[in-house]
């Protein structure tokens, strides 16, 4: 399983991966379902989840039913237990949005939700991050996941994320980030997917984000909460849900 695993991370383009997963999910599930895992997105659960990663891959890192990964399911934790998103009224804006929170958002009736990206085939708006059209102040709540990494100009990116976010609002803005790195490496004459992967991770990443991306958010105009949400489980949740105890949930706020 990691072998295959592996080789469809590895070969087959993100687009097709997100439309395949459509039809095989069903099937998965049934292979996979049991007692020892849950996933807290659809509450059912499995006695393991998949491996992943585009190179050592984790263990018990892919949820058979949904496809989240460790990332998915403490943020999903997070807005449930620690926020009124699934309960107010909020105008939504989802960058690059994972597929089985954008099925689940837009059918959440309190929310008036809007999903954009360049290259994915399920959004609602193709749109460059560079450039939101959008206007000013125009969505309470954000969600830009692991997308910034892909970007150069993360800067102008983080820019226009504040611009179009309202005054009060906030959002979950997660990258990768390599453990014990103060300072974000990024060499962008590296264009190769190959040495790409080697130095940053993924075929089509463009840095290794730091401690110091948090005062990127900053500098751009936001203020952060760093944290650690999956500390707030026993060790013997965290195993159920499959969450990892050192993963950052970024936290933003336009004051």
Not at 195 to 201: L, M
Request: aromatic share 16%; with cysteine.
């Amino acid at each position: 399983m990691r072998k295959i695993a592996k080789f469809f991370l590895n070969n087959i383009p993100r687009p097709i991966l997100i439309n395949l997963s459509v039809f095989l999910r069903p099937l998965i599930y049934q292979l996979f379902k049991g007692d020892r895992f849950t996933d807290p997105i659809d509450g059912k659960s499995y006695r393991k989840f998949l491996p992943y990663g585009y190179g050592r891959q984790r263990d018990n890192a892919l949820s058979p039913g949904t496809l989240s990964l460790e990332r998915h399911r403490q943020m999903w934790l997070y807005l449930q237990n620690e926020t009124d998103f699934f309960r107010k009224n909020y105008k939504v804006l989802h960058i690059a949005p994972e597929q089985e929170f954008q099925r689940r958002f837009k059918k959440t009736k309190n929310l008036q939700y809007v999903s954009a990206d360049l290259f994915s085939p399920i959004v609602d708006v193709k749109a460059d991050i560079l450039d939101l059209p959008f206007e000013d102040e125009s969505f309470e709540v954000i969600f830009c996941n692991h997308v910034l990494e892909h970007i150069e100009d993360d800067q102008k990116a983080m820019g226009e994320l504040f611009r179009v976010m309202k005054k009060g609002g906030w959002g979950i803005f997660q990258v990768p980030m390599k453990t014990g790195l103060e300072k974000t490496y990024e060499d962008f004459s590296i264009k190769d997917p190959k040495e790409r992967q080697k130095n940053f991770g993924q075929y089509d990443h463009v840095r290794w984000y730091g401690m110091d991306y948090f005062q990127r958010l900053k500098n751009a105009g936001f203020e952060v909460d760093i944290n650690f949400y999956s500390k707030q489980f026993s060790p013997e949740l965290r195993k159920r849900y499959g969450l990892l105890v050192n993963e950052i949930l970024p936290v933003v706020y336009k004051r």
